[in-house]
Structures are given as C-alpha cells and as structure tokens.
C-alpha cells in the first residue's frame, strides 16, 4: 500500500509562519521610515507598499501549500523561493531607499525581510529536497 | 569507532523530536557566546575609532551645547546639531597659554528633505585651520575641498550623479570616507565657503533657523591641540575660567564616559551569556540522564550482544558530540543573521560607537563559539555516558526495566 505523506508538515508550519512574521512585520515592525517633515514620503515608503504586497502573496501561497500534495506543493514551493528572493530585491536594488544607513528603512526592514526572505527560500529548498527523497524511496 | 558514529547517527534520526530539541540547546549556547562577544567586540572597535576620529585633546563648544549634550550627540549617535557661538570666543581661545592649534567647525542639520526623512549633520571647516577632517579626508581625497564640493560619510549611499542638494545648493560630492562606526558616518563635510552659500540660500528660500547667524563671525566647536610640554587638564580649566558662555572638555573625559558604558554592555551581556549557559547546562544534563535511564535497556542488548563498556559509553559521547555539532552550527547561523545585518540597528540601539570586526576576528569569534559549546554539549554528556557503561545486561534484562 503507497504510505500517504502528511497533510501538514514541519516545512509548511515554518514557512507559514515565516510569511505571517513577514507581512505582519511589514505592518509594524519592519515598516519602513516615516513621511517627511513636509508631509512627502521618500521612495522607501514605496519599497516598503511593494514588498507588502508579496508579503501577501507569499502568504497566500503558505496557506494553499497547506491544503495541497505531490507535485502542485512542490510547485508552490518554487513559486515561493521565486518571491522570497524578489522580496531581497526590491528594498534597495529595484526600489531606492533611504540615503542615510541609520533610516529605519535600511536599519531595520531590509535586514528583516532579507533574513526572512533567505529562511524562506531555505525551508522551500529543504521541502522540496525531502520530498524528492520521499519520492525516490 | 566507525561502527559507534553509524549507530549514533540512526539513534538520532529515529527520535527527531528528541534530537531538535538537543540540538536547540546547544543552539543557544554557541549563539549566545558568538553574538555576545561579536557585539562587545565591536563596541570596543568602536571606542577605539572614536579615540582616533576625534584627533584633538579639547573640545570648546557653547555652554548651552553641552547642558543639552548636542556634541556627544553628533559624534555618537549622528543626530543634527546646530549650535553657535561669536566668533571672538575663537580668537579669545587662541589666546590662551597652551593652545598650539584651534581649529573652527560650523555646524549646519540640513532639512529633511534632502536625502532622508531625518536631517543630515553638515560639517563645515576651515582647510588652512583643520588638524581633524583633513587628515581623514586625505585617505579618500587628497587634493584640497573647493567651493561647493562636499565628502560623505560612510553611511551615507553616494548619489547616482554624484550631486546632492541642501536648501538648493547643489553639492559635488567628491569623496566618501570610510566607516568610522561613529555618528560622524552620517555627517556631510565642506569647507566653510560652501556652508556660508547654504546659508544665504536657506535665507532666500524663507529658513529663519539662521537668523541673527552670521556665518562669517560664528562657529559651533572648536577643536584644539594642546602644545607640548602643557596640560591638557590645566588648559581645558584656564579655558573655562577665562572665555566665558563657552565649555572646554578634554576628549580623555569623553572617551571614559564612553568606556563606562562600554563596560557596562560587557556586564549586561556576559551576564546574560551565563545565564543561558547555566540554564542550558542544567537541562542537557538532566536530559542526557534521563535519555540514559530510558535506554538502560537497549544499552543492555548492546551489551549482550558483546558491545564492550567503552563501546556503549562512545555510543552515548557520540551522539551528544554530533547533536552538539549541528546545533553549535545551527546557533552561529542565527546569530549570524541576527548580529551582522542589523549592526545598523544595535548600534542605533545602544547609542554607542559601533564598528564590527574584521573577517578573521568574526572567523576567530565563530571558531572559539563553536568549539565551547560542542565541548560544552558532548562533556554535559559524560556523566550519563559513564553511567550507560556501567550498566549491568543480566540484571536489567532479567528484571525487564
């Protein structure tokens, strides 16, 4: 009889996780710098609103994992490593920041969504790894 | 012994949840140790980067400047400070018995919407005076600052074209200094010519921050060096008994305010670092003996089936050296991801000069980390391994516990 893998493992409870830390963070935590004296905001502000919206992708993403198997999961895994590493990229190299290393934006929220996002793209890599395992068992 | 590392290896992979949660221990251990000691090693860094950055005995700034301690302000944490006194207080300092060199500082905070959401600090000095900036300056640029040139701080990220713009005047940016790990990072350097065109031009656009300033007979510090054969103490009180509304300070006393501090980090952290090894200590004893008591009875087949008492012992050390290992390695990756990308954030937190480390000290730092808390993890072991060696096969197997 083919032995039926979990429904809920240890890599989707992580990566769950990982991207509720990361949009929740990206609401208070890790949010970006404020507006200006001026009442303006400086383009972090706008890294900071793209970087929310694959949050939310990623997050989505983690829930359907969740309720998927086989090859759809691995799939969402890719689809997942693919957004964590476009949320490095955004702060900074697709959109500017700060100019000033001490702002909030460079200080605190692209350190975070980095370390998040490189703990993402190493939960999917693992999952994807120990399932291939599963498979050629 | 190849035997031992197999059987271990298959021991450990048949409890995950038991091996995870050994692992974590021993996690906290190596990270506790290598974030502890890379953070106090970077303060000291730090301290000595301060030392060297200030580059002069006495600081004279306005009285009023150091009640509020907008100076320390500036050089530790970065944040703007505009401050000013008559330019007389200058020439009454010259004056003073002991002063080889005076070197004058304007300081300027430019508006938040230059670069950042927060003002910049924007440091203007005087080449044919300065024994401070220059000598930093001359490791990035060496030919003399001209009218509207500036040099940025380490931490400040270099315009794509080169030009940044305070109360609009246009500023070519013709150097960046290396980190300093101090609040000087962020600052803005720029002779005095091209603060005085700041100035006129923020009075244009309707500033009234620099009314009744008049830039070409005011300052905001003076740095002095104090001639040889003087007291540096001496010359700091004749300073404050003779200039009145200005405050000396020696640059020693600055510095030792900031290494009591520094040694108070020390404590907090070293405390914090014996608090975890202590708890975390404790519990893998306690767990080792009991994953001992557990297993009296497979100890006691292996023992049947002719494993000597030194194998079963090995057995045990084994499997603590290798979950010891992984999470050793496990806990120097999070600290790693906790202590270097948001070095920024420390520093801003603690409010100190903060330089990290070079690549071989932090290697060192991971190295010594490691090899502790392996030790640390196999030796908690020991007493549960010796005791798993001593078991007696006929007896436990015939009582069936």
Redesign the interface.
Same mark, same amino acid.
């Given at each position: 009889m083919e032995k039926k893998s979990k429904p809920v493992g240890v890599c989707d409870i992580v990566m769950l996780a990982l991207a509720l830390v990361l949009f929740i963070g990206l609401l208070t935590f890790l949010r970006p *710098?404020? !507006?200006?004296? %001026?009442g303006?905001w =400086?383009t972090c502000h706008w890294a900071g609103q793209a970087l929310r919206g694959v949050a939310g992708a990623l997050l989505l993403l983690a829930v359907v994992r969740l309720f998927v198997r086989g090859g759809v999961k691995t799939g969402l895994d890719m689809g997942m490593a693919v957004l964590a590493a476009l949320a490095i990229c955004v702060p900074g190299r697709l959109i500017g #920041?700060? =100019? =000033?290393?001490? =702002?909030r934006c460079?200080?605190?929220m &692209? !350190?975070?969504v980095?370390?998040l996002s490189? #703990?993402m793209i190493a939960a999917a890599a693992a999952d994807m790894l120990l399932r291939r395992k599963k498979d050629i068992a | 012994m190849k035997f031992e590392r197999t059987l271990s290896l298959k021991n450990l992979r048949r409890r995950p949840a038991r091996t995870a949660a050994l692992a974590l221990l021993t996690a906290f251990l190596s990270l506790s140790v290598f974030a502890g000691s890379v953070i106090v090693s970077s303060l000291r860094s730090g301290l000595s980067s301060y030392g060297d950055r200030l580059g002069a005995d006495i600081v004279a700034v306005p009285y009023q400047a150091t009640t509020k301690k907008q100076f320390e302000s500036i050089l530790l944490q970065?944040i703007p400070g505009t401050f000013y006194m008559d330019g007389q207080y200058y020439d009454k300092i010259c004056g003073i018995d002991g002063v080889e060199l005076a070197a004058p500082q304007f300081y300027l905070a430019s508006?938040?919407?230059g *670069? *950042?959401?927060?003002p910049?600090q924007i440091i203007g000095f005087d080449p044919a005076l300065d024994f401070t900036v220059q000598p930093w300056i001359r490791d990035s640029y060496s030919t003399e600052l001209g009218d509207g040139d500036v040099i940025i701080g380490?931490? #400040? &990220?270099l !315009?794509a074209d080169g030009t940044l713009k305070f109360y609009d005047t246009a500023c070519h940016v013709v150097a960046q200094l290396d980190k300093t790990g101090t609040g000087l %990072? &962020?600052a803005v350097y720029c002779n005095m010519n091209t603060i005085k065109t700041m100035i006129e031009n923020a009075q244009a656009l309707g500033f009234t921050t620099f009314d009744g300033v008049d830039p070409d007979n005011a300052v905001s510090a003076v740095l002095i060096r104090v001639a040889e054969g003087y007291d540096a103490a001496a010359v700091t009180g004749d300073i404050n008994v003779h200039v009145r509304h200005v405050e000396a300070e020696q640059t020693t006393n600055m510095l030792s305010g900031i290494a009591g501090g520094l040694a108070n980090v020390s404590r907090i952290v070293g405390g914090l670092t014996v608090m975890v090894w202590l708890l975390a200590i404790v519990i893998l004893v306690i767990a080792f003996a009991m994953i001992s008591r557990e297993r009296t009875r497979e100890f006691a087949i292996l023992r049947v089936m002719g494993a000597s008492r030194g194998m079963v012992s090995r057995l045990l050390l084994t499997e603590s050296a290798l979950v010891s290992l992984a999470g050793a390695v496990m806990g120097l990756i999070a600290g790693a991801?906790?202590v270097f !990308?948001?070095s920024?954030?420390i520093s801003?937190s603690l409010g100190m000069p903060y330089l990290t480390p070079g690549a071989g000290a932090v290697a060192a730092m991971a190295a010594g980390s490691l090899l502790l808390a392996v030790l640390a993890g196999s030796l908690t072991a020991a007493f549960a391994a010796g005791r798993a060696g001593r078991t007696d096969a006929g007896l436990v197997l015939r009582e069936g516990t």
């Open positions: *710098c404020g !507006p200006k004296d %001026d303006g =400086m #920041l700060c =100019m =000033m290393d001490a =702002m460079r200080a605190v &692209t !350190p975070g980095t370390v490189i #703990l | 970065g508006t938040s919407a *670069c *950042c959401s927060v910049v380490s931490d #400040l &990220t !315009p %990072d &962020t991801l906790v !990308p948001f920024r954030a801003g």
